[in-house]
Nanobody, 125 residues
Framework: QVQLVESGGGAVQAGGSLRLSCVAS????????MAWFRQAPGKERAIVAV????????YYTDSVKGRFTLSRGVGKVAVTLQMNSLKPDDTAVYYC??????????????????WGQGTQVTVTS
């Protein structure tokens, strides 16, 4: 089992920035990918960004490219999602997730087996 602790959510005006962090513990040897998903009110949960652990490869959904940056935390099994130029459409509950590295596409939710509790991000216009 992998346990995930998320932090950094909050409320910000459009154009502002927030940083989300996710720290893993437990069976961390099983982690091949760390990802952020988000679920907006009335919508399905969707991929935001993925970090592949062994080589640092990253994936971003189109709507956040150029605005969000996912990077590895220093000294621990963790990732940080830096979110800049936030828009009201970014409002959602953000979830950290981990899974194995395999041939399954980065954005396949079913490949992620451990999930955090979620952190709210609210962007006002």
């Amino acid at each position: 089992q992998v346990q995930l602790v998320e932090s950094g959510g909050g409320a910000v005006q459009a154009g502002g920035s927030l940083r989300l962090s996710c720290v893993a513990s437990g069976h961390i040897f099983s982690i091949g990918r760390m990802a952020w998903f988000r679920q907006a009110p009335g919508k399905e949960r969707a991929i935001v960004a993925v970090y592949r652990w062994y080589d640092g490869d990253t994936y971003y959904t189109d709507s956040v490219k150029g605005r969000f940056t996912l990077s590895r935390g220093v000294g621990k099994v963790a990732v940080t999602l830096q979110m800049n130029s936030l828009k009201p459409d970014d409002t959602a509950v953000y979830y950290c997730a981990t899974g194995p590295n395999n041939e399954v596409p980065y954005n396949s939710e079913s490949n992620y087996v451990s999930w955090g509790q979620g952190t709210q991000v609210t962007v006002t216009s």
